[in-house]
Structures are given as structure tokens and as C-alpha cells.
């Protein structure tokens, strides 16, 4: 299994300019989170689905979108980038949304940078 | 508002010194917390995780103390070792919750 996966590794985007950053994962798992993480700002959750057709906001979800067609698949769509959106950015997912014996896997991170 | 609170923000330790992560929270539904540990340029990855019927869990040289009644959990690491230069997150969730909740993180160094 190759677990979560992340595309790209690196991006450098131009002030105004949009893309989307893809996270794949073969775990089966109905739940998918997008987090951005900042020097010494710990983990901000961005969204998060819940199921294929169902996502929600996290913490700190302004300037992005996500879609969720299928369990496999939980795109992050930067509209407009700005260089406060300038982070590392990791997607994740878990069999279960809480509860014990839980486990969120998390992909290798995407670099963000704008100028 | 940071449901788990983290300290400290980074901590330098010599080799066999036993560096010591706490973590706060207030919301008494949590009952599962993990702390997950990232090496640089990786994503966090589980390392140990506790219950709140327990006092500590011990996995090889890491250890998890958690005291209930004060709302506090901390990350002991035994015999540190270079290797276990990283970041550290603390998290807890609920039973029926549709996240976690990651501390702060604490960057970890342990000269050799």
C-alpha cells in the first residue's frame, strides 16, 4: 500500500494565481483531512470529509475549496493565492473520525510558496 | 481556541537526557490521546497513544504519563538519542468526533 499520497512535492505560485493540490489515499478510509502547518503554529485543519460527497470547514478554511467524488480522492483547491497561503500543507486520512485506537495517516506534504 | 495546549515550543537535550513534552485540555469528552512525531520534511506519524483509565503507557524508551484529574498528559523519552531529533504533536479526540486535535508541537534536538 502506499499509504497518502501527495502532489506536488514543491510549488512556487504567483500572487492571484490558483491550483489544486491532490491527495490520493488506498486505505479505504472514509475520512479525509487537509491541514496547513506553519513555524511553531502547530497543525490548522483547513477541511475535512467525512465520506465521499460530504466535506466541512475546518479551523482556518478561508481562500480554499475541497471536493470529495470518490473515497479515494480529496483535492485542495487554492483560489487566488496570496502569500499568506505561503506553508507546508499536509493531507491525511483515518478509518474513523475519533474515538480510541484511532490513527490518522498522514502524505509526505506539499511546500506552498507564493510571491 | 486551542483545545490542547503544548509546552514547550522547542527543547534542546544532551544524549541519555529524558526531555519531557506536556500537554493541557479542557473538553472532558476527550478519551484518546496520541502523540505523533514528525522528522523533518515527513508528514507526523503516530508514535504512542493513551486512555484516560490508565496513568501511563510505556513503548520502548517513550513513555506517556496522564493524569486525569488535572487534565494532563506528557511525553517522556527515555535514554534520548540523537535520532529522536523531531517535532512532537500532542492530540486528543472524542469518541464520537469527526477530528483530532493537535497541540502546538514542540521541536525537539538532542545533541550527541
Known amino acids: 500500500n502506499a499509504g497518502v499520497t501527495q502532489t506536488p512535492k514543491f510549488r512556487i505560485l504567483k500572487i492571484g494565481q490558483s491550483m489544486t493540490l491532490q491527495c490520493t489515499q488506498d486505505m479505504n478510509h472514509n475520512y479525509m483531512y487537509w491541514y496547513r502547518q506553519d513555524p511553531g503554529m502547530g497543525l490548522k485543519l483547513i477541511y475535512y470529509s467525512v465520506g465521499a460527497g460530504i466535506t466541512d470547514k475546518g479551523e482556518v478554511p478561508n481562500g480554499y475549496n475541497v471536493s470529495r467524488s470518490t473515497t479515494e480522492d480529496f483535492p485542495l483547491r487554492l483560489e487566488l493565492a496570496a502569500p499568506s497561503q505561503t506553508s507546508v500543507y499536509f493531507c491525511?486520512?483515518?478509518?474513523?473520525?475519533?474515538?480510541?485506537?484511532?490513527?490518522?495517516?498522514f502524505g509526505p506534504g506539499t511546500r506552498l510558496t507564493v510571491l | 481556541q486551542q483545545q490542547v495546549k503544548q509546552s514547550p515550543q522547542s527543547l534542546i537535550v544532551q544524549k541519555g537526557g529524558i526531555p519531557i513534552i506536556n500537554c493541557a485540555y479542557e473538553?472532558?469528552?476527550?478519551?484518546?490521546f496520541p502523540w505523533y512525531q514528525q522528522f523533518p520534511g515527513k508528514g507526523p506519524a503516530l508514535l504512542i497513544a493513551?486512555?484516560?483509565?490508565?496513568s501511563e503507557k510505556k513503548e520502548g524508551r517513550f513513555t506517556i504519563s496522564f493524569n486525569k484529574s488535572a487534565k494532563q498528559f506528557s511525553l517522556h523519552i527515555m535514554d534520548s538519542q540523537p535520532g529522536d531529533s523531531a517535532t512532537y504533536f500532542c492530540?486528543?479526540?472524542?469518541?464520537?468526533?469527526?477530528?483530532?486535535?493537535f497541540g502546538t508541537g514542540t521541536s525537539l534536538t538532542v545533541i550527541p
Open positions: 491525511a486520512s483515518s478509518p474513523r473520525g475519533g474515538g480510541s485506537y484511532n490513527e490518522q495517516f
Open positions: 492530540a486528543a479526540s472524542r469518541p464520537t468526533g469527526n477530528q483530532f486535535y
Open positions: 473538553n472532558t469528552a476527550f478519551d484518546y
Open positions: 493513551i486512555r484516560p483509565d490508565v
